[in-house]
């Protein structure tokens, strides 16, 4: 059976990476009556690494892989750096391969999840949402943010559902809750639109906190990342098997380095130079910082 190979970005947070693992470790339990494989690891900043869950993978017996990148929208991480990493454990493992799933959302699941996360701290009449999301250079992963806003939205009954950026991209979060304020929401829901905890989830809290705390005339709450849950193992596995059967194709409809995009022309052709990891042992201990973009639906074969 093809293992599944969980990838994901990594962080500094220690708290992340325990969540991410708890994560791995919750799909393997749920595909071992299938006597299927599953590890897990991470391009940069922590552990475990990519090149660590494909060795053991590999010892295991195995050539083929089935990987999974664990993040939300299709930026440079999951166009260029996953795929980039993996296709350096196929040079390191002579006759191996590997076939590369699509990114987990938009999905009906993380829907569901969002929702279940903002009713615990507040209910949907009278409730106004800021979805936020990580920002990117990518307007393709940006737009795929406001998507869920908008499906968030679509058939509930919150007031209205905005989106805002913590980092790369506006509106940030405290001009978001600004625009929420002005449309005359008087409650707020800040939905952190991320997997696991980290430095990121944080400062949207964070900065949702002093928002409110500068306008006591708007409540402010803060609803719960997406979380480790078996909703979430159960896109995941979709994702795999959909990755092994399915045709899956890179969105190349809206990609800047596909289509000419007002504002982002400089990225049209672009050359495509993932940038280097310093916990992969190939690259020494630089670190640069330019992104590529892998489009083939299978690489590494």
């Given at each position: 059976?093809?293992?599944?190979?969980?990838?994901?970005?990594?962080?500094?947070?220690?708290?992340?990476?325990?969540?991410?693992?708890?994560?791995?470790?919750?799909?393997?339990?749920?595909?071992?009556?299938?006597?299927?494989?599953?590890?897990?690891?991470?391009?940069?900043?922590?552990?475990?690494?990519?090149?660590?869950?494909?060795?053991?993978?590999?010892?295991?017996?195995?050539?083929?892989?089935?990987?999974?990148?664990?993040?939300?929208?299709?930026?440079?991480?999951?166009?260029?750096?996953?795929?980039?990493?993996?296709?350096?454990?196929?040079?390191?493992?002579?006759?191996?391969?590997?076939?590369?799933?699509?990114?987990?959302?938009?999905?009906?699941?993380?829907?569901?999840?969002?929702?279940?996360?903002?009713?615990?701290?507040?209910?949907?009449?009278?409730?106004?949402?800021?979805l936020v999301g990580r920002g990117a250079t990518?307007?393709?992963?940006?737009?795929?943010?406001?998507?869920?806003?908008?499906?968030?939205?679509?058939?509930?009954?919150?007031?209205?559902?905005?989106?805002?950026?913590?980092?790369?991209?506006?509106?940030?979060?405290?001009?978001?809750?600004?625009?929420?304020?002005?449309?005359?929401?008087?409650?707020?829901?800040?939905?952190?639109?991320?997997?696991?905890?980290?430095?990121?989830?944080?400062?949207?809290?964070?900065?949702?906190?002093?928002?409110?705390?500068?306008?006591?005339?708007?409540?402010?709450?803060?609803?719960?990342?997406?979380?480790?849950?078996?909703?979430?193992?159960?896109?995941?596995?979709?994702?795999?098997?959909?990755?092994?059967?399915?045709?899956?194709?890179?969105?190349?409809?809206?990609c800047a380095y596909r289509v000419l995009l007002?504002?982002?022309?400089?990225?049209?052709?672009?050359?495509?130079?993932?940038?280097?990891?310093?916990?992969?042992?190939?690259?020494?201990?630089?670190?640069?910082?330019?992104?590529?973009?892998?489009?083939?639906?299978?690489?590494?074969?």
């Open positions: 059976m093809t293992p599944l190979l969980l990838v994901g970005h990594g962080t500094v947070d220690p708290t992340g990476v325990a969540e991410f693992v708890a994560f791995t470790d919750r799909v393997r339990r749920m595909l071992a009556a299938d006597a299927i494989d599953v590890d897990g690891g991470f391009i940069e900043l922590s552990q475990p690494t990519v090149h660590e869950a494909w060795d053991r993978l590999a010892a295991a017996g195995h050539t083929r892989m089935a990987a999974v990148p664990m993040v939300l929208a299709a930026a440079g991480h999951a166009k260029g750096d996953i795929p980039a990493a993996l296709q350096r454990e196929v040079l390191r493992h002579p006759g191996a391969g590997y076939v590369h799933g699509r990114p987990l959302g938009p999905h009906p699941t993380l829907l569901e999840i969002l929702d279940r996360r903002i009713g615990a701290v507040a209910p949907q009449e009278g409730t106004a949402v800021l990518d307007p393709d992963a940006n737009a795929e943010v406001c998507k869920v806003a908008r499906l968030l939205q679509e058939g509930r009954g919150y007031d209205f559902v905005e989106t805002a950026f913590v980092s790369l991209a506006w509106p940030d979060v405290a001009t978001g809750l600004a625009r929420c304020r002005a449309l005359g929401a008087r409650r707020v829901v800040v939905a952190p639109y991320f997997l696991f905890d980290g430095v990121l989830p944080r400062r949207v809290v964070a900065q949702a906190q002093a928002f409110g705390a500068e306008h006591p005339d708007t409540r402010v709450d803060c609803a719960g990342y997406l979380g480790d849950t078996d909703a979430l193992a159960r896109l995941v596995v979709e994702r795999y098997r959909e990755a092994l059967h399915g045709d899956i194709r890179m969105n190349c409809d809206t007002p504002g982002f022309e400089e990225k049209l052709g672009r050359p495509q130079t993932p940038h280097h990891h310093p916990d992969d042992p190939s690259v020494g201990h630089g670190h640069g910082h330019a992104h590529g973009h892998g489009h083939a639906p299978v690489a590494g074969e």
